[in-house]
Structure formats: structure tokens, C-alpha cells
């Protein structure tokens, strides 16, 4: 891996207030084990979420220009979800196109997030194929619209999109509505200026004006499985969320990379998680490390956790199989955590905030 594609995994906005926060959170909650607590097996790690039964309460999270980091990029960790039996999610901004990731994820759960466009026939186009390639629920990202201020790239002057490798651009490049709008209004193709090609696309993806809620009716108009709104901060918007009928929000602050200075994403998650009610699924991602860390966010409320940089420090070390390591020693590491703990499932009866305890009440 490249000392640039080195500092934008591990860069964040502005002074990196908002990652340690999302970090330190996890550290102000800890686990209360209970003895004696009679099983037979180890815990019950199965849940379902948007419809469908998982093995685990995980999923891959949608990370962009894989192939910084493995020649295969998202081939391989989309192989790895598959052997895992975990839930891959694929970013806008992949490295590969919908369909290639669609034949390496196999018979595995994938679901398909949207950096979303301002043109329509667009958008539709790209949901028309991930729909097609059984991509069954869509994560819309409401936070990035525009990137954030990241002085690491800054400094290297990096901006993956960019580059002559056209990594992080594949799924528009492979897509018909955009290379036949780049055609009538450059008159080339794609292929005879791929710089120009690269520049527009990343417009496409991080548009600077955003969204407004009423916007959400078109996705429900356009999409026909669930749709879940990754980026809620806040009890006002996860309750707008409930009100519009979504199926799902991912509490997330995409990991501090963001909105510099902003709360923690644990640090709000029982907050939602009380104002909703159990009337939609609660996601949960941003500064997830080990098996206790995802015990807390699901005895806090979160139904699953999306994975996000550990997985790619195990594809950028060993690709796919890596990538499973990571995966399976999450897992592994969990239920461990939990059993140890007499915790007998991830189910709500058994995993709750009776198991944790404020460090500041002790």
C-alpha cells in the first residue's frame, strides 16, 4: 500500500476531534459479567434485520477505491463477505463495477449504497442494475455530498478519483446513462479522456448541493426493497426517518471523516434508539475495533454493525483471505465476549443496556 492510500484510510476531518471521540465512546461503557448463568452452547449470534436472517450481527461497510489497497479490491472483500456469511454493503465509489462485485459476492447478501446524483435517469440506471444483480436493500449516505476537509490528502495533494488508474470510478464508467450523457456533452468517449471522464464523475457522486427530505419519495417511487439513510446524528432526523416509512437509519458519522468536532456516533445511539422505538432497523457504524465494541452498540440498541476500516487493513495486508480474517476474528472475538460474559444470545432479552455501566458511575 502506498503511503498516500495510507493516509486516506487513516485520515479524518479537520483536527480528527470527531474519530478519537467515536473511539473514546466505547470506553465510557463497560461490560458487567454475570456468573453462573447455565448454557449449553455458545451464544446465539443470529439476528434478523431488513427482512432477512444473518448468522452474525455484521455487515461489510461501504468503502470506496478498494484497489488502493489489493489489486482485487472489492472482488476480493466482496468474496470474503460471501465465505464469511456476513452482508456485503458496495460503495458508489467502487473500484469495480456493479456486476463484476455482484458475480465475486455469489450467493451472498449484498446491498447496494448510494452517493446519490442530482440527475434522476441517472440514479434510476444505477439502481435498475444493482436491483437486477440482487442487491436487495439500498443505504443512501446523507453525509457526503460534498467531501469533507481531510488535511491528510491535502497534504499528499491525493484525490483517489483522479487518478490515471481511474480507481473508484468503475460502476460510473460501466454505467450507460452516464457515459451516454458524457458522450453528448464531450463528444468522446469515456475511453479517449479518462481524466475528464474521472473529474465528472466524481461531480456526479459529491454534487455539493444536497438532498431535502422530500427528495426520499422519489427513492420509495424507484426502489421496490427496503431503503435505509446512512448518516443520522441526530433524534430529530431518525424520527423524520420514521415518519417518511424508511426501513432502516445507520447511526454514523462515516467514521470521523466527515464534520469535524461533532458527537460520537455511540455517544447518540441510545439517544435514538429510545426516540424510535423499535419502528425501524438501527444500524450502527463509526469507531468499531473489537468483539466488545459491537457487543456495546448492540446492548445499547443497534440491531447490526457495519465494519469499516478493519476490514480493509486486512485486505490491504492479506486480500480476500485477509479481508475473512479480519471478519471472522470480529466474530470470533464477540462471541467469546458474550459468552464469557453469560450472555446467552445477541437477542434483546438476553443483550441489553443491563449488561453495561457507566465508567463515570463507578
Known amino acids: 500500500m502506498s503511503s498516500d492510500a495510507r493516509e486516506y484510510l487513516m485520515g479524518n476531518a479537520g483536527t480528527g476531534e470527531t474519530s478519537a471521540k467515536n473511539l473514546k465512546a466505547f470506553k465510557k461503557w463497560s461490560i458487567v459479567p454475570s456468573r453462573m448463568v447455565k448454557t449449553e452452547t455458545l451464544p446465539d449470534l443470529s439476528t434478523t434485520v431488513l427482512g432477512q436472517t444473518v448468522s452474525f450481527p455484521i455487515a461489510v461497510a461501504p468503502i470506496g477505491c478498494q484497489r488502493m489497497f489489493d489489486a482485487e479490491g472489492e472482488l476480493a472483500s466482496a468474496k470474503a463477505a460471501e465465505i464469511e456469511c456476513v452482508p456485503y454493503i458496495l460503495s458508489t465509489a467502487s473500484s469495480a463495477s456493479i456486476e463484476d462485485v455482484a458475480k465475486a459476492n455469489g450467493d451472498g447478501i449484498r446491498w447496494f449504497q448510494l452517493y446519490w446524483p442530482r440527475d434522476n435517469d441517472l440514479t434510476a440506471s444505477l439502481l435498475s442494475r444493482a436491483k437486477t444483480w440482487g442487491f436487495s436493500a439500498l443505504f443512501v449516505t446523507l453525509d457526503t455530498y460534498i467531501l469533507g476537509w481531510r488535511p491528510s490528502d491535502m497534504d499528499n495533494g491525493y484525490n483517489p478519483f483522479l487518478r490515471s488508474d481511474s480507481i473508484g470510478v468503475a460502476i460510473g464508467f460501466s454505467d450507460p446513462v452516464f457515459r451516454s450523457k458524457f458522450k453528448s ?88 434508539v429510545d426516540a424510535v422505538g423499535g419502528r425501524l432497523d438501527v444500524f450502527f457504524d463509526s469507531g468499531i475495533r473489537c468483539g466488545s465494541d459491537i457487543v456495546k452498540a448492540l446492548a445499547l440498541g443497534a440491531k447490526m454493525c457495519l465494519i469499516g476500516r478493519p476490514y480493509i487493513y486486512g485486505l490491504a495486508l492479506g486480500g480476500e483471505v485477509g479481508c475473512s480474517h479480519v471478519l471472522r476474528s470480529l466474530s470470533g472475538d464477540m462471541e467469546l465476549t458474550l459468552h464469557l460474559a453469560g450472555v446467552e444470545s445477541i437477542r434483546p432479552e438476553h443483550l441489553n443496556r443491563s449488561i453495561l455501566i457507566r465508567e463515570d458511575e463507578l
Open 185 to 272: 456533452l464531450h463528444g468522446v468517449e469515456i475511453e479517449e479522456n479518462y481524466r475528464e471522464a474521472a473529474a465528472e464523475w466524481t461531480k456526479t457522486m459529491f454534487p455539493v448541493s444536497s438532498r431535502g427530505w422530500d427528495d426520499i419519495k422519489w427513492l420509495q417511487e424507484n426502489w421496490d426493497g427496503p431503503i435505509v439513510l446512512k448518516g443520522i446524528q441526530s433524534v430529530a432526523d431518525a424520527l423524520k426517518c420514521v415518519e417518511l416509512g424508511v426501513a432502516g437509519i445507520v447511526v454514523s458519522n462515516h467514521g470521523g471523516r466527515q464534520v469535524d468536532g461533532c458527537v460520537s456516533s455511540l455517544g447518540m445511539l441510545p439517544r435514538i
